[in-house]
C-alpha cells in the first residue's frame, strides 16, 4: 500500500508586491492640485518681485552709495530716521505725491462717471464717440508729457495763443513755480479718465434693467435713479476703478519727468516719491538712502491697497 504524500507547508513565501509609485504620486498631485497649478506663478513672483523688495529692504539697511560694487555697512535704520526728519525734500516730496494723486483720482472719477452714463444708453455715432473718447489711452505718457509741454510753452505753445484770442495774458504753465504741479494734473486726468470710463462702463453694462424700471414706474427722478438705484449697486465698481488707478497715480512718473526733467523741476515743483527716489539713485549715486524712500513708498502703497480693498469687501456684504 503505497504511502499517501502531503503537500510541503514549509515552501518560501512569495515577494510582496513592489508598491506602485506612479499610483502614489497621482493620488498625492489629485490632492494638491491647487498649489500644483499655482506654483510657476507662485515662483514667477518669488523672483521677480519677493527677491528685488527684498534687496532694497537691505540696502535702505547700508550706506550704499557711489557705486553698485562698492562696499557698504551695515547702519540699521539710521537712514530711515534720517529721511524721516527730512523737511527740505523727503516730506514736501510725500505732500505732492498725496496732493497729485488726491486731485487726479477726484477729477477722474468724476468725469469717467459722467462719460461713462453718457454713453451707456446707445445713441447713433456711439462707436465713433468711444473711439474718440479713448484715443489719449494709445499714446505713450512719454509721447503724451511732450506733446503738452509743446502745447504749454510759454512762448510758442498753442495754449496761450488761444488765450490770447479771448484777450488773457500768458501764463507760465509748466514753467511756473506754482502752475506746474495742476497743469500736470490736468495732463494725467487727459490721458487716464478714458481708463476709468472702460471700468465704469462695463460695470453699467452689466446692471439689471429692472431697478431702473421700477424706480422710474414710482417716479424718481434721474437724479433720484443715479443717487438711490444706481450708485450703490455700480459702488463695488468704483472702488475696483478708485483702486487700480489710484495705485498707478500713486505711482506716476514718467509724465512728470518728461514735462519738467530731474528733480521734477528746479525748484523740485513737481517732484513727487518716485521723483525724489529716481533722483537719489540715478543722480546721486546714493542707493541706501534710495531704497529707504523706496521701501517707505512701498509700504504706502499697500496700506492704501489694503484700506481700498477692505472697503470693498465690506461693501459686498
Known sequence: MSAVRTPRTDSPEAPAAPLDTTSAWSRWANHHRKWLFAAPAMAFVAVLIIFPVAWTGYLSLTDAEGSVRAESEFIGVQNYLDVLTDTDRFWPAVWRTVLFTGVVLFFEVVLGMAIALL???????????????????????????????????????????????????????????????????????????????????????????????????????????????????????????????????????DILYATKGRGGGSFHEVETLNVYAYGLSFDYNDYGVSSTVLIIFFLIIIGVMWALTYRKKGLGR
Open 119 to 253: 454713453l451707456w444708453r446707445p445713441f447713433r455715432g456711439e462707436k465713433w464717440v468711444r473711439v474718440a473718447i479713448l484715443l489719449p489711452l494709445v499714446a505713450t505718457p512719454v509721447a503724451v508729457g511732450m506733446m503738452w509741454r509743446l502745447i504749454f510753452d510759454p512762448n510758442i505753445g498753442m495754449a496761450n495763443q488761444l488765450l490770447g484770442w479771448i484777450g488773457i495774458g500768458p501764463q507760465p504753465w509748466l514753467a511756473g513755480q506754482h502752475s506746474a504741479l495742476p497743469t500736470t494734473m490736468f495732463i494725467d486726468i487727459w490721458q487716464w479718465t478714458p481708463m476709468v470710463v472702460l471700468i465704469l462702463l462695463a460695470g453699467l453694462t452689466s446692471l439689471s434693467d429692472e431697478p431702473q424700471e421700477a424706480a422710474r414706474i414710482d417716479g424718481a427722478s434721474s437724479w433720484q435713479r443715479f443717487r438711490h438705484v444706481t450708485l450703490p449697486l455700480l459702488m463695488p465698481t468704483v472702488i475696483v476703478a478708485i483702486l487700480l488707478r489710484g495705485i498707478d497715480a500713486l505711482k506716476t512718473f
